[in-house]
Each structure stands twice: as C-alpha cells, then as structure tokens.
C-alpha cells in the first residue's frame, strides 16, 4: 500500500442553478491576462448540449484520454514515438475554431458617435487581431440550449438512446436541460502529464493537484490534445499552455478555491481522499464496466488503523489524515456511493465526482388538464426525464448499474424526508423505499443534512498544506522571507 | 596594399565573425536560459491556425533536419563520406536526397511565410525576429541550392575542404586557404550560416536547444514533492512503475 493524499470534489448536480457565478469567479482571478481571454477554467455546460470546446466528449474527433490496446494502456493521441513525429504538426490539436474567438466591444463609438439619427452601437471587436468580427459562438453558446434544438441532438452522449428517448428530451413542451458545471478533475492518472514531451506537467504529491511548470513547458502542447476533458489550454501569446490551478494559492491559506466558494447554489464540496498509488495502473486498466468499483476501491479508508499507519510511513501529516477523516468528498464517494466520476471511460481516473441530477416528472400537461405522472408523490426513477441512458453515458461509462443505485438512494432520502416533515408518507413506507435503496436511516439523514444544510466548514474541509515545512526543509524561513519579493522574478513575456 | 583588402574581409568573416557568432551564441543562449526561461518556446501558432499549419511547419521540418544533420555528419566523419561517394550511384543518391531535402524546406518556407503574411490572427504573433529568421533562411536555402546545383559535387568538396577549415576553427589555428579560394556563393552561405547562428539565441530557433529527450525514457506519469526528506524517503515508498519519482 502506498497511500497518497488527494484534494477531491464533489458537484451536486441537482443543485447547480446555472449561475456562472464560478465561471466568473475563475475568469477575474486567472484568465483575464492576454492569451487567455478564451480560456473558462470553470465553465458551465448545458446537458444535453455540445459543450466547450464544442463536442469535447467526442474522442473520435479530439482523440484524447487513455485507451487499452493489446491490454497495454496508452494515450489515444500520443506516444513515445508519435511525439517525435507530431511534434512539428500535432493531428489531435483543437485551434481556436473548436473554442470561439475572444471578443470585445469599442465601447469608446458608444461616446465618440456624431450625432445622427440612429442608435449608436458598439461594435464587436475581436481580442486576437483587434479587427471587426461577426460574433459566431462563444464559451456557454448553447446555454440553456441557447434557442435551439440543434445544440441538444449534436451531444455525444446521445450515442445508445432510442428515436423515442430522443423526442423526449427535445420535444418542446416537456424539454428537458440541466447544468454541467466543469473544471480540471486533477486526475489520478493524468493523460496530460502523461503526454507532456517536456515534463512540465506534474502532480503535486502532497495533495494532488495537477500543475503546469510555466518555465519548463515550451509549447509542444501535446497536453491540449491529450486531455479529454479539454481543461488544459494554450495560450496563444505566450506559447505556453496553462490550466486550472485549483486556486493552490487559496488553499495553502485555507481557503476554498474561488468558483467553490463563489458557488450561488452551493452546490460543490471539497476534501482530502487518501488512496493507494501502487494500484493507479491495475484499475486503469479495468474493464468499462468495472471502472467505478475499481476507482471506488482506490480510495482508502482514513480510519482503519492500517490505513493510517501506512500514511504516517509515507509522511502524510496527521492533521491531513484528519482532514481526510472528516472529508464531505469520502461520504458522498465510498459512504454513500451517490457521487459519480465523469466519462471514466476516459481511463485518466477523474478526482471531482457528481452526483447525478434527478430531473423528476411531477406532472404531465395534456391538452388543457394537467396529471400526475405517478401515484406516488415522486415520479419513478426510470421515468426520469433524462433518459437513464443519458446519464449512465455521462456518469457510468455507458452503464446503469451504479447511476440507478445513485438516483435511488437519492429518492429515498426525499421520500423519507417528506414523511418525517409533511407525514403524507407512511414512514414505514418511507423505510421500506430506504431499505430497497440500500440506505439506512442515519445515512439518510447524513444526506440530507449535507446536502441542504451544509455549513461552509462542512462543505469544505480544507486540510493544513504545510507549506512552510517545505521552506523550511530547503533553507531558513527567514532568509526565504528576504529573498523571495513578491510577484514573479522572471516575468511571463513571450520570446522573441 | 591592394591585396591586403580582400584577405582582410576573409579573416574577418572567416575567422573573426564564426568565433564572435559562437560567443554570442552561447552567452545569450545560456544567459537567457538561466534568467528568462519563461521565454524558451517553440511559440506554436498551430492553435490559431490549423490547416494551413501542416503545410508549412511539417516540410520545412523535416527538410531541415535532413540538411542539418547532413552537414554535421560530413563535418563530422569526411572520409568515410568520400568513401561513401567513390562510388558515382551512392554520391547520386547522397546529393539527390539531400536536394529533395533542402527543396522540402524550401517549400515549407515559403508555405510559412505565405501563412504569416496572409492570416490576420497569425500575423498578429509574427515579430520582427521571425522576420530576421526568415529572411536569414532564405538566403540559406537559396545559396544552398545554388551550390549544390552549380558547384557539384558539393558533399565531397565539402568533405575535404571545408571539413578541414571548419576543424582548424575548433582546434583554434584558423586557416582560411580552404574558403578563400571559393566561389562567392560558396562564401555566401557560409557566412549567412554564421549569422544565423549569432541570431539564433534572440529568436524562437532557442526551442531546438530544448528539444524533449527525457520524454523518450521517463515513465507516464510524473509527481513532484516540496522538498528534501521526502525525496529520501521516497525511493522506499515509490514501488509502481507506472509513476515517476525522480522528479
Ligand atoms: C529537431 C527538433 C525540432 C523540433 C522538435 C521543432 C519543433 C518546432 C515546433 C513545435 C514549432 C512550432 C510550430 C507551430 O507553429 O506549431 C517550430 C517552429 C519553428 N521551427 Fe522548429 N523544431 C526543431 C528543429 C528546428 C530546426 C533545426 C530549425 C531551423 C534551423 C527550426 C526552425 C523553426 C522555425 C523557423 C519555426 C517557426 C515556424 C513558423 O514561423 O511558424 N526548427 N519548431
Ligand atoms: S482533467 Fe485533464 S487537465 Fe485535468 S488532470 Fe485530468 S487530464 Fe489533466
Ligand atoms: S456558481 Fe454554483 S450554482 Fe452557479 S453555475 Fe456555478 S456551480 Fe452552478
């Protein structure tokens, strides 16, 4: 056992309203310099939907991720030989077609207009050239399905579903949306570290997060191509490429990453996992179906005894096991097995983790009248809206299994919540859907309380970094305090 | 004193400016390394542009690491270049694929520059030094092609001529009776090779000084501690193969 600490997260689905409050949380802190203005580290997708970069699930078009072949794991768009060929024109590289092109308005023509008989207007610019252009898409362009059904019949996850199950999705009177919240899942087993020619890509050891060396990384960007995701970026002017820091900054003073804390709908939980290394390559090789079970089993339980003693032996701090014991992550994951990672089909073993989106059917409008779906005050699982298949394909790598455990058990929990406050539910009703849903009463409240009653503190447990040991260990703390200043000694200016 | 002119300029671009290139070269390349390393990029513009890319960059590439590595294995090993080329349908194929080469990089230039010149996006991340580069290069290749065409067979005259002068720079006793007597073409491109490498460290061409080795040999992936006693004791803890601890 090699047990390792891992900053983890959860999204509850359910819960996002669609605010982009994160997205803009993210944008004014990191990626309003030039060269980054297309880049949303966070950003909010609309499901069903193409997303951003437009069709970024498709791995047939962006080749990214990992795939088996011949029992051996390899990256889909890279290899120890490929690089050496691809390095000068790289197939798999999405340009900013894929993204949008960054714009702006000359507000000054709103000003300076002379005086006339029509509205002065201020015209899009774009931020690459600084010439006119025709706005033609942009990061949440299909928001909310942005006015059409193009958007929603273009997603990859389609892929399995019946003509029917299709027309349910986009008939127009029972549409059916919900939001995607996206950032860098700070993988287990990173495609993009993994592609990089350079080594620039690591994973911190002591908590996980994965970074991008600014000086060591020269623009090969293998890693665009080869996350699956698409949350690594390049940035067009300094020729480096860039991605979501999971705001380390923050969190080494012990606050939430900005889109975490920014979050209107309070929808995103953070916590450390503890899990073995030895064993990354065993479940990465999984078959699809077992994939989950085998991330699941990765994650160690901080408080078997043995567990512990093998984190002491790797130099895993006490107050980060601590931390790791009181994790919101470890409960939603291994606790209570509703929170699921995203298309871990891509085999990079993603570390923020959703709880999938009940989207119930309370009634249905026929003609003039309106009826209930179902005799029950909530609707049947596999009534839901969006198609199970759906779903499974986001959050089961295309298997229901564990996306209908998920959803169950949430049910049940509403079920047992309606009857301990309104009480038109029997509670031995109530039970019985408990127990069917594989959900004890206490874990029934857990969930509840987690879910809408959380407190900052326990919606983000936040561990010690401990980064002054790291200074320390390599000189005086003091001597580190005069030497450093403040800012970047060696300012990010693009070469010659 | 009319004789002394001419052997003047010859010290001076034969002997003076390939050390004074040199020099340059390797301050401004190591002193950039060491303080700006930010700056150390291939500065890809294939995310601006994505089609039109592989014409250029991929042809040009190609052609010109055939050439370069042509000229270092000629510098490197004359004579059992000259042996190669005793014989008169291995020389062919020497000068003939090394031709192709040079052509290769010539269309890719010039698909290059056509590329910087017509995309707006792409000319907004052109600078005057890809200019410099460019202009260097054409003056290269087209001198290059020239002798190669005009004063065969240049893979053996290379080899026993100016082999030999380029030696007696790096063992610093200069002796310049190989180029003096050269066609002016044949000194053109040495020279307009000396200035690229003097202009090279202030451009872009610094990504060829950090071409990804370690990537040959490294494991997938790669993990990065704080610092000193955990690098100890890590060697015991770290048992995959699959992840990289030396970093
Ligand atoms: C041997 C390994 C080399 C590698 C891996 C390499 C890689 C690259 C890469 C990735 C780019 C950026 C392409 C893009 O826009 O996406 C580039 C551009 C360039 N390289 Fe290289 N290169 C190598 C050797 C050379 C050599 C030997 C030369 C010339 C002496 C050279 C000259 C250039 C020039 C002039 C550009 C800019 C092209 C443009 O204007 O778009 N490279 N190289
Ligand atoms: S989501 Fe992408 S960028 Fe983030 S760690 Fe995983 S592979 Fe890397
Ligand atoms: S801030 Fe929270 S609720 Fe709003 S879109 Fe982002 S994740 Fe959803």
């Known amino acids: 056992m090699n047990v390792r600490s891992q900053i983890s997260m959860v999204f509850h689905l359910d819960k996002c309203i669609g605010c982009h409050t994160c997205s803009i949380a993210c944008k004014n802190i990191w990626t309003d310099r030039k060269g980054t203005e297309y880049m949303w580290w966070n950003n909010v997708e609309t499901k069903p939907g193409t997303g951003f970069p437009t069709k970024w699930e498709d791995q047939e078009k962006y080749r990214g991720g990992w795939e088996l072949r011949d029992g051996k794991l390899v990256l889909k768009s890279t290899s120890k030989a490929k690089?050496?060929?691809?390095?000068?024109?790289?197939?798999?590289?999405?340009?900013?077609?894929?993204?949008?092109?960054?714009?702006?308005?000359?507000?000054?023509?709103?000003?300076?207009?002379?005086?006339?008989?029509?509205q002065p207007t201020a015209r899009p610019v774009s931020m690459v050239t600084g010439e006119y252009i025709n706005v033609e898409s942009g990061p949440n362009w299909d928001d909310d399905l942005g006015g059409s059904r193009i958007y929603a019949e273009s997603d990859p996850n389609l892929k399995g579903l019946s003509e029917e199950q299709r027309q349910q999705l986009s008939a127009v009177e029972r549409l059916v949306l919900f939001y995607f919240p996206r950032i860098?899942?700070?993988?287990?087993?990173?495609?993009?570290?993994?592609?990089?020619?350079?080594?620039?890509?690591?994973?911190?050891?002591?908590?996980?997060?994965?970074?991008?060396?600014?000086k060591r990384c020269r623009g090969w960007r293998a890693c665009v191509a080869a996350c699956p995701y698409k949350k690594t970026f390049y940035n067009w002017s300094t020729g480096k490429s860039e991605k979501c820091v999971l705001c380390y900054p923050r969190l080494e003073t012990g606050e939430a990453p900005a889109c975490f804390h920014s979050c209107v709908g309070r929808i995103r939980y953070l916590g450390v996992l503890l899990y073995d290394a030895d064993r990354l390559e065993e479940v990465a090789k999984l078959p699809d179906e077992q994939l989950i079970d085998g991330h699941r089993s990765l994650i160690l339980d901080p408080h078997d005894p043995e567990v512990i003693a093998a984190a002491r032996k790797n130099d895993i701090h006490d107050s980060v096991i601590e931390s790791a014991q009181n994790s919101p992550v470890y409960k939603f994951v291994k606790e209570w097995k509703i929170a699921l990672p995203p298309h871990i089909e891509f085999r990079t073993l993603p570390m923020l983790f959703y709880v999938p989106p009940m989207s119930p059917v309370m009634a249905n409008r026929n003609d003039d009248t309106v009826s209930s779906v179902s005799d029950e005050f909530f609707h049947d699982?596999?009534?839901?809206?969006?198609?199970?298949?759906?779903?499974?394909?986001?959050?089961?790598?295309?298997?229901?299994?564990?996306?209908?455990?998920?959803?169950?058990?949430?049910?049940?929990?509403?079920?047992?919540?309606?009857?301990?406050?309104?009480?038109?539910?029997?509670?031995?009703?109530?039970?019985?859907?408990?127990r069917e849903a594989d959900c004890t009463v206490e874990e029934a409240e857990g969930i509840y309380k987690l879910t809408s009653l959380c407190t900052f503190e326990e919606r983000f447990v936040i561990p010690p970094m401990h980064r002054e040991e790291a200074i320390e260990m390599m000189k005086d703390p003091q001597e580190h305090k005069t030497a450093v200043g403040f800012g970047f000694l060696d300012p990010p200016k693009r070469g010659l | 004193m009319f004789e002394i002119g001419p052997f003047l300029l010859d010290t001076v671009l034969f002997v003076v400016f390939p050390y004074v290139s040199l020099v340059v070269f390797l301050i401004v390349s190591i002193r950039r390394y060491r303080s700006e390393s930010f700056t150390y990029s291939s500065l890809s513009s294939q995310f601006l542009e994505n089609k039109h890319h592989f014409w250029g960059l991929v042809p040009f590439h190609y052609g010109i690491i055939v050439v370069l590595v042509g000229h270092v294995v000629a510098f490197l090993l004359p004579r059992e270049i000259l042996w190669w080329n005793s014989h008169p349908a291995r020389l062919y194929i020497l000068e003939g694929s090394a031709f192709v080469a040079a052509l290769l990089c010539m269309v890719g230039l010039v698909s290059i520059i056509i590329r910087r010149i017509t995309d707006p996006k792409i000319r907004i991340v052109t600078s005057v030094a890809d200019w410099v580069i460019f202009g260097n290069f054409i003056v290269q290749i087209l001198s290059g092609l020239y002798v190669a065409?005009?004063?065969?067979?240049?893979?053996?005259?290379?080899?026993?001529?100016?082999?030999?002068?380029?030696?007696?720079?790096?063992?610093?006793?200069?002796?310049?009776?190989?180029?003096?007597?050269?066609?002016?073409?044949?000194?053109?491109?040495?020279?307009?090779?000396?200035?690229?490498?003097?202009?090279?460290?202030?451009?872009?061409?610094?990504?060829?000084?950090?071409?990804?080795?370690?990537?040959?040999?490294?494991?997938?992936?790669?993990?990065r501690w704080y610092g000193i006693r955990r690098k100890s004791k890590r060697s015991t803890a770290e048992s995959g193969a699959f992840v990289d601890a030396s970093n």
């Open chain 1, 184 to 214: 860098c899942n700070h993988c287990l087993n990173p495609s993009c570290v993994a592609s990089c020619p350079s080594g620039a890509l690591y994973k911190r050891g002591e908590d996980g997060i994965v970074l991008i060396d600014q």
């Open chain 1, 83 to 118: 690089t050496v060929t691809n390095i000068f024109h790289n197939p798999s590289m999405p340009s900013m077609d894929d993204y949008y092109e960054p714009w702006t308005y000359k507000y000054d023509e709103l000003f300076n207009a002379p005086e006339g008989s029509d």
């Open chain 2, 149 to 223: 065409l005009f004063h065969s067979w240049g893979s053996s005259w290379f080899a026993s001529l100016a082999a030999p002068y380029l030696w007696s720079l790096v063992t610093l006793t200069p002796d310049i009776t190989y180029v003096t007597a050269m066609p002016w073409m044949v000194k053109l491109h040495i020279v307009s090779a000396y200035t690229m490498i003097a202009f090279a460290p202030f451009t872009r061409l610094v990504h060829i000084l950090v071409v990804p080795n370690p990537y040959l040999w490294r494991k997938p992936q790669v993990v």
């Open chain 1, 381 to 434: 699982i596999e009534q839901a809206r969006v198609p199970l298949q759906f779903l499974a394909n986001l959050f089961g790598a295309g298997h229901q299994g564990k996306l209908l455990y998920a959803l169950k058990k949430q049910k049940a929990v509403r079920v047992y919540r309606r009857s301990r406050t309104v009480g038109d539910i029997p509670m031995k009703t109530a039970e019985a859907i408990l």
